[in-house]
């Protein structure tokens, strides 16, 4: 018996429907390209609208926050992609290479608070949410309310989603390709 790789293909604007066409043109606007991920992502009708709306929605986290949940749970599930993505987008939002390397490294030295959120956060995804209590009540002690916890978890769960998607499919990393820890 062989067996063959799966080839899994990002579809071009022309392959994807008329909908999706749309919000690439959109993208192409706002940030240029349409990321390798959003692109793969619209070969499924609904599933590119539904992540943009859960990427766009209001959160309690700042830009740095997100950046710090991002960074931990796409270093945690080994997802290239994602590790590259948010290192760009982390120094966009002002951290430093050496900083970046030491959040998804498992900690924040630099900044207490941020500390605790990427303790916080890696123990979330490490255990399936099931966190030490001295983890919560550092995170609380730093600043944290609940809903910064419910933010958090739904960020993991939007990070996951993509970091699955790229660890099953494999397709090309269209950022400069973050270091390996």
Do not use: W
């Not at 067996?3 to 993208?27: D, H, Y």
């Not at 498992?106 to 207490?112: I, N, P, Q, V």
């Not at 941020?114 to 609380?140: C, M, P, W, Y």
Request: net charge negative; aromatic share 10%; proline share 3%.
């Amino acid at each position: 018996m062989t067996t063959t790789a799966t080839a899994f293909n990002v579809p071009t604007k022309s392959e994807v429907s008329e909908n999706n066409q749309a919000i690439f043109e959109q993208l192409g606007k706002q940030i240029g390209f349409v990321p390798n991920l959003y692109a793969y992502y619209a070969k499924n009708e609904t599933a590119l609208p539904d992540y943009l709306a859960l990427q766009g929605r209001k959160t309690t986290l700042k830009a740095k926050e997100k950046e710090v949940v991002n960074l931990v749970t796409s270093q945690i599930n080994g997802c290239r992609y994602c590790q590259s993505a948010h290192t760009a987008l982390g120094k966009m939002n002002g951290f430093t290479n050496e900083q970046i390397l030491e959040i998804r490294g498992g900690s924040a030295d630099f900044d207490e608070k941020l500390d605790a959120l990427v303790k916080f956060t890696a123990a979330t995804v490490s255990n399936h949410g099931k966190v030490q209590e001295e983890i919560k009540e550092a995170f609380f002690a730093a600043g944290y309310n609940e809903a910064n916890l419910i933010d958090v978890v739904i960020l993991i769960g939007d990070k996951i989603m993509s970091n699955y998607l790229h660890n099953l499919a494999g397709f090309e990393i269209d950022f400069p390709v973050a270091p390996e820890l």
